[in-house]
T-cell receptor, first 112, second 114 residues
Framework: QKEVEQDPGPLSVPEGAIVSLNCTYS??????FMWYRQYSRKGPELLMY????GNKEDGRFTAQVDKSSKYISLFIRDSQPSDSATYLC????????????FGTGTLLAVQP | DAGVIQSPRHEVTEMGQEVTLRCKPI?????LFWYRQTMMRGLELLIY????????DSGMPEDRFSAKMPNASFSTLKIQPSEPRDSAVYFC????????????FGSGTQLSVL
């Protein structure tokens, strides 16, 4: 079993839809949870960052962490064609290093 | 800041040849990571350095792979000899090394081994 599981999609939605992306994990030591966005032929870029459990909102994006269920989510409201990308969840136990474990990514296409 | 700079952007080589990928991290960052990305396996951590010292190379697939960081502003990932199954996108990333998981990625090197 992988440490981090993510549905690869692809996920296709119409413009304006609410998108829900999810990851599950097995390592209870993870404390830092992130979502990276990767456009085609580009490197991943940090989109959302959460420490421990709870919600974090940034504009149209909301990240949720449920440590009891080992489950994290990213919600995108009023999705736009520019949101079309691969979304990767990532996790870290923290400490002196930044060793991240990534999910395989979910490919999202927002249709105009 | 120009961000993390990787070269070359694309590399096409024949099986058995030596391949060297290069990375310049963001100035002031003291952690550097090499990742490999494929459709089947996603992003895999190959090796990471803290203050130019290799900390964890458990992700390096075989002895054919080696990485160096001679100074804070330069790192290389070498594959010798290369094989077709090494074909992937190789990313370099850097961070402040504060343990918060915030990595900054380069644009990657697309490697094709024929």
């Amino acid at each position: 079993q992988k440490e981090v599981e993510q549905d690869p999609g692809p996920l296709s939605v119409p413009e304006g839809a609410i998108v829900s992306l999810n990851c599950t994990y097995s390592n209870s030591a993870f404390q830092y949870f992130m979502w990276y966005r990767q456009y085609s032929r580009k490197g991943p870029e940090l989109l959302m960052y959460t420490y421990s459990s709870g919600n974090k909102e940034d504009g149209r994006f909301t990240a949720q962490v449920d440590k009891s269920s080992k489950y994290i989510s990213l919600f995108i409201r009023d999705s736009q064609p520019s949101d079309s990308a691969t979304y990767l969840c990532a996790m870290s136990v923290g400490g002196a290093t930044n060793k991240l474990i990534f999910g395989t990514g979910t490919l999202l296409a927002v249709q105009p | 800041d120009a961000g993390v700079i990787q070269s070359p952007r694309h590399e096409v080589t024949e099986m058995g040849q030596e391949v060297t990928l290069r990375c310049k991290p963001i100035s002031g960052h003291n952690s550097l990571f090499w990742y490999r990305q494929t459709m089947m396996r996603g992003l895999e951590l190959l090796i990471y350095f803290n203050n130019n010292v290799p900390i964890d190379d458990s992700g390096m697939p075989e002895d054919r792979f080696s990485a160096k960081m001679p100074n804070a502003s330069f790192s290389t990932l070498k594959i010798q000899p290369s094989e077709p199954r090494d074909s992937a996108v190789y990313f370099c990333a850097s961070s402040l090394g504060t343990g918060d998981g915030k990595l900054f990625f380069g644009s990657g090197t697309q490697l094709s081994v024929l």
